[in-house]
């Protein structure tokens, strides 16, 4: 099985620990292990933590994470989920467990990289529902709907969706999941931003709660700043997630017991979480739409309906994404990410959940840029 090279991974590998400035982030700010304990009773909370033993963890997740996570979901319980290292597993082992060659993929673009390139390793044929900033990013499900053939065995989604920022309704989400009951296919929605709503009912609910058609991965990296958690899930039927089972013992096997506590800890706390994530995420939102008015005549952009990305088109500008971004780095240690990594050159991947006064001041640098380069 031949797999590309992952352009926006070898891209962060290649830039992220030497940059001083980052505007590459895709998550809410990290939360410390102390800021996340005293969401609760801090020293209480730590003595269990420094009581869980340091061996093998269930290759499930532990049953007490499990059952938080399919509280989430209708219909759902703790045998419908899998604990995976990350939603990067999770969309691997559901990918494995399901795509065969000559199947049809139809995946929402761009996109992460991982929601296609698995399944074009193993023989599907890949389309591209492209998300077009000149239709404001606003997805078209009659489009959808025209690259649907016999072959398709799957749909993937990012709700919401990374890097443009977009939402699909739930009426229209309601709609692609009626399409794959009735032709027999597979929708996997990838909603690691689902509660990273900037305003109030913007995002549908889980998949998994609309349809059995429906397979649901989530992570504590996106919304919830805490990627070094290194923890994500699978919420499906009992057969997938028993297929997806038996990848996972040829993949990580088991996660840390460490962050299945944690990790546990965090989503019986998560209005709290939120919260924090919520507030810091809209007001880096108002800064950057503010700094984009004042630099209209080097971007189209769009706001962001969710999530932390906004992923506008870059004018008046005389080289492209990936130099732009190379110069930036070697001239002033700030990282940012081209449309090159995603297929899609003359666009830029900007993160706003981070740290307010560091997101402002990361602008300034990226403003001087573009004054000297006028």
């Avoid at 049953?63 to 290292?85: C, H, K």
């Avoid at 049809?104 to 890949?126: D, K, N």
């Avoid at 040829?250 to 840390?256: A, E, K, Q």
């Amino acid at each position: 099985m031949n797999i590309k090279t992952f352009g926006v991974e070898r891209w962060m590998n290649a830039y992220e620990h030497g940059a001083f400035y980052n505007l590459a982030e895709t998550d809410a700010k990290a939360f410390t292990l102390d800021e996340l304990l005293s969401l609760g009773k801090k020293f209480e909370v730590l003595d269990e933590l420094l009581r869980v033993k340091i061996s093998y963890n269930p290759t499930t997740g532990s049953q007490s994470l499990r059952e938080v996570i399919s509280s989430f979901y209708a219909d759902t319980g703790p045998e419908n989920i899998l604990i995976t290292t990350g939603a990067i597993e999770a969309d691997f082992l559901v990918t494995n467990s399901l795509v065969e060659s000559g199947d049809t993929v139809i995946v929402q673009f761009p996109a992460y990289q991982a929601l296609y390139s698995t399944a074009e390793a193993r023989g599907a044929r890949i389309k591209y529902w492209n998300m077009n900033i000149d239709r404001g990013y606003e997805p078209d499900i009659e489009e959808l709907k025209s690259l649907i053939d016999d072959k398709t065995k799957m749909i993937v989604l990012n709700i919401p969706h990374n890097p443009t920022g977009a939402v699909i309704s739930e009426e229209q989400l309601r709609t692609i999941l009626s399409w794959a009951e009735e032709r027999d296919f597979w929708v996997l929605c990838d909603e690691v931003y689902h509660d990273f709503a900037l305003e109030p009912g913007v995002v549908p609910p889980y998949g998994r709660s609309l349809s059995k058609k429906a397979i649901s991965v989530g992570s504590m990296s996106k919304a919830y700043g805490l990627s070094g958690l290194r923890l994500g899930w699978i919420a499906a039927p009992d057969e997938l997630i028993n297929r997806c089972w038996c990848w996972k013992d040829y993949t990580s096997i088991s996660n840390s017991p460490i962050n299945d506590f944690l990790a546990t800890f965090a989503l019986k706390n998560i209005d709290k979480v939120m919260e924090r994530n919520l507030g810091i995420a809209r007001q880096n939102l108002e800064t950057l739409l503010k700094w984009f008015q004042e630099h209209e005549s080097f971007f189209d952009y769009v706001t962001p309906k969710a999530g932390v990305l906004t992923f506008p088109r870059v004018k008046n500008i005389p080289m492209s994404t990936e130099e732009l971004c190379k110069k930036l780095f070697e001239k002033e240690g700030l990282l940012m990410v081209p449309g090159e990594c995603f297929e899609m050159s003359g666009y830029l991947r900007i993160g706003f959940g981070n740290d307010s006064k560091m997101f402002k001041t990361r602008l300034s640098i990226f403003s001087s840029f573009l004054s000297s380069i006028q």
